[in-house]
């Protein structure tokens, strides 16, 4: 098959096949490569839905099927599957501000903008991110631009084990979290805010290896639909995220086999 920029290789497709949905009523439903290769290329692309290339077939079916698999969350259960081979002792987790398209800031009926705030950069979303020691994502939430990092991170600590670390910056240096991070026997190396008093333990040299979580920000900000929000609602913009962190995955472990 002669692929195209931006299509899924035979490895990625391989490890893909076997995780998607496989009960379907009523007509067979359209190859499930070319429309994912239609759903990544917009990923990819940024560029509206209607114009993805029509080698990828009606660009409503790519709409359809991204749609009807993130309420199904199975662009979460592959990230998670996909993640699942690593059994690291270290963790980080940071978050990056991305900015809301205009088309994408409309509000609800209620007035109620979902996960998007406002902060120096204007209307902005938070992706928060939890990833492992070679820089790969293994969790990933949501907030508002202007929303405290500390809040989110509690949503994020599932993947701590016993005996683990966790590196974060200042931002992350709250009593509560750190009490969250102990109860799930893991180490919490976040340099202390310059006002504490009592200081808990803290390793320069780890905090090093900090900067590798910079890289996966920067790694999924490749994808233009995630640098720039065109998704009104949050859970469609959360499902590219976890498209984009999947492809990581894939093109990371594909280059190490």
């Known amino acids: 098959m002669l692929m195209a920029r931006f299509d899924l290789t035979d490895f990625e497709w391989s490890v893909i096949q076997p995780l998607l949905p496989t009960k379907v009523r009523g007509v067979k439903r359209v190859d499930d490569r070319r429309v994912l290769n239609g759903i990544f290329w917009r990923l ?4 509206p839905w209607a114009d993805i290339p029509s080698r990828h077939g009606p660009h409503t079916t790519c709409v359809n099927r991204f749609n009807r698999w993130r309420k199904a ?3 979460k259960r592959i990230l998670e599957a996909v993640s699942q081979a690593y059994a690291g002792d270290i963790q980080m987790i940071d978050s990056s501000s991305i900015r809301v398209h205009q088309h994408a800031a409309t509000p609800k009926k209620d007035g109620r903008f979902r996960c998007m705030g406002r902060s120096r950069g204007g209307l ?24 405290c990092d500390g809040r989110s ?11 683990s670390v966790l590196l974060a910056d200042r931002a992350y240096d709250a009593d509560r979290l750190r009490a969250a991070i102990a109860d799930k026997g893991a180490f919490a190396n976040i340099p202390p805010m310059p006002q504490r ?6 390793s320069p040299i ?23 929000r065109y998704d009104k609602q949050d859970d469609n913009f959360l499902a590219s995220v976890q498209l984009a962190s999947i492809i990581i995955w894939l093109r990371h472990n594909e280059s190490v086999t």
């Open 44 to 47: 990819r692309t940024g560029a």
């Open 73 to 75: 969350g199975v662009s």
């Open 153 to 163: 991170a509690h949503l994020m600590l599932d993947s701590l084990t016993p005996g």
């Open 197 to 202: 008093v009592r200081r808990s333990d803290f």
């Open 124 to 147: 902005t979303t938070k992706v928060h991110a939890m990833v492992n020691a070679n820089g790969l994502p293994i969790g990933l939430v949501l907030s508002e631009g202007q929303a």
């Open 206 to 228: 780890l905090y090093r290896y900090r900067n590798l979580i910079e890289y996966v920000f920067s790694k999924i900000k490749h994808f233009r639909a995630v640098t720039t």
